[in-house]
């Protein structure tokens, strides 16, 4: 079994750009994240970002921007105000061209606006996260916005399943009797934007009860890809899921399945990993002991004489290909980690078993990012790929072509009274339209919903 790292390309250097704007060159296996997508931009994005006047999103020449839902704002079920902490989305294609664009709420037990709690949607009354959805028309008029799911915690990303339906992952393991929740936390629940009466509340336990992130499901096999971002060491693992009633449609993932953590022989932590383009074969699944981790969380279980392999930071996940790509937003050795980076995508390929870093970004690294830790991700209309940031100063959604260059597409300012001093607020969320028309994308705080429009090409 051979499971010594090999590098499989060369690095190229960055390559200065204007504003936040920069270009990198990614290694080939990158290239098929973006197979059977339309060809990508051939030039460095969309242009400079073009000062808002409102003082919130900046955008390039050409496009606009439409706020869709703002915190605090009425819900139009009338069922309580727009809740806090907007997070992870995905729109969902609906009957007669209406979209269902279902919303995270990252909501801790001190959020400001907890999801109001529904009869038949709630988990844990003495929660307050969940999700909300929103029904669009298709020049993206709200035509409703409702509570999809209430009573769950700190509700981060998720994942769009093929049968359309949002996957919301709590990134939470508090036991019931902590901080005044009355059941266990750190599941994930399905959400139907359309009817969320027919998935409920439900925790789907067999996935596992940890501080989840992000989920990707193979179209093909059903398999679904978990991301755990624990907080402090021995930080959180990759996780894969094998239902029982794989591709079943909705409810199917409540039939149970085995639930597996990611072992690369001989690497203990990613953030070790320095070379982009480094690959391992014969990637291991080991089954998880305790997947409801009763007594123990399950990155501290015992996975055996082997150990098992940690990341600092795993947050987006998706599918692209025949790959599924996740993210580390970063790694610090003053944190615990083996090794220092501003954010890492690696790429898993389930018929070779194989495991590839992607890109890795600073700090000593010749590819960086304006800013610093890439975390939501999805693929862009244009063939390309959109990443949200989610560290200090100016935020970005940053674009980058299927050639690998790096632009800035939208900046956030949260500050009207004062744009000399904005306070720059996280992306999170960032989604496209089933037809690609528009770019869905959301504040974190304060919470706020935005679609932008323009030539997208």
Not at 234 to 255: D, I, N, Q
Not at 267 to 287: N, Q, Y
Not at 332 to 343: F, N, V, W
Request: charged fraction near 25%; hydrophobic fraction near 35%.
């Amino acid at each position: 079994m051979s499971t010594a790292p090999r590098t499989t390309a060369s690095r190229r250097q960055v390559l200065a750009g204007g504003g936040a704007a920069a270009a990198i060159a990614f290694t080939g296996a990158f290239s098929e994240l973006f197979a059977g997508t339309a060809a990508a931009r051939g030039h460095h994005g969309y242009g400079p970002l073009v000062p808002d006047p409102d003082g919130l999103l900046d955008l390039p020449k050409g496009f606009r921007y439409r706020v869709l839902s703002r915190e605090g704002e009425p819900l139009r079920s009338g069922e309580g105000p727009v809740p806090s902490n907007h997070d992870g989305m995905a729109a969902l294609q609906g009957r007669n061209g209406r979209i269902h664009l279902v919303r995270n709420h990252e909501n801790r037990h001190t959020a400001r606006i907890g999801v109001p709690t529904v009869e038949g949607l709630t988990y844990d009354p003495a929660a307050k996260g969940g999700c909300t959805s929103l029904e669009l028309d298709g020049r993206n008029k709200v035509l409703g916005e409702r509570v999809a799911i209430a009573g769950t915690a700190v509700n981060c990303a998720g994942g769009p399943t093929p049968w359309r339906t949002w996957l919301t992952c709590e990134e939470n393991e508090d036991k019931a009797g902590t901080n005044g929740y009355t059941k266990d936390h750190g599941f994930i629940f399905e959400v139907d934007g359309a009817d969320p009466r027919r998935t409920g509340a439900v925790p789907l336990t067999a996935m596992g009860r940890f501080q989840h992130e992000a989920i990707a499901v193979d179209p093909k096999s059903g398999i679904v890809y978990e991301t755990e971002d624990a907080f402090d060491k021995p930080f959180g693992l990759f996780y894969r899921f094998l239902p029982e009633k794989p591709l079943g449609g909705t409810g199917s993932l409540r039939a149970g399945g085995e639930l597996e953590a990611m072992r690369v022989p001989g690497v203990p932590d990613l953030s070790a990993v320095r070379e982009t383009g480094t690959s391992f074969d014969r990637i291991e699944w080991v089954p998880v002991p305790d997947p409801l981790a009763k007594e123990t969380p399950i990155r501290l279980q015992d996975f055996g004489p082997r150990g098992i392999t940690h990341a600092q930071k795993l947050e987006g996940c998706y599918w692209g290909g025949s790959s599924v790509y996740f993210v580390s937003s970063f790694a610090r050795r003053d944190e615990g980690s083996a090794g220092d980076h501003y954010g890492q995508v690696w790429r898993y390929e389930p018929k070779k078993r194989r495991l590839t870093l992607v890109v890795i970004f600073g700090p000593d690294t010749d590819i960086q990012l304006p800013g610093e830790s890439p975390d939501n991700i999805c693929l862009a209309a244009d063939g390309g790929l959109m990443v949200c940031e989610d560290g200090g100063g100016a935020q970005h959604v940053l674009g980058v072509t299927r050639r690998g260059e790096v632009y800035a597409m939208a900046r956030g300012r949260q500050n009207i009274g004062s744009p000399e001093e904005p306070e720059w607020g996280e992306f999170a969320g960032v989604t496209f339209s089933p037809d690609g028309s528009t770019m869905y994308v959301n504040c974190y705080t304060p919470g706020t919903t935005f679609a932008v429009t323009g030539p997208w090409c």
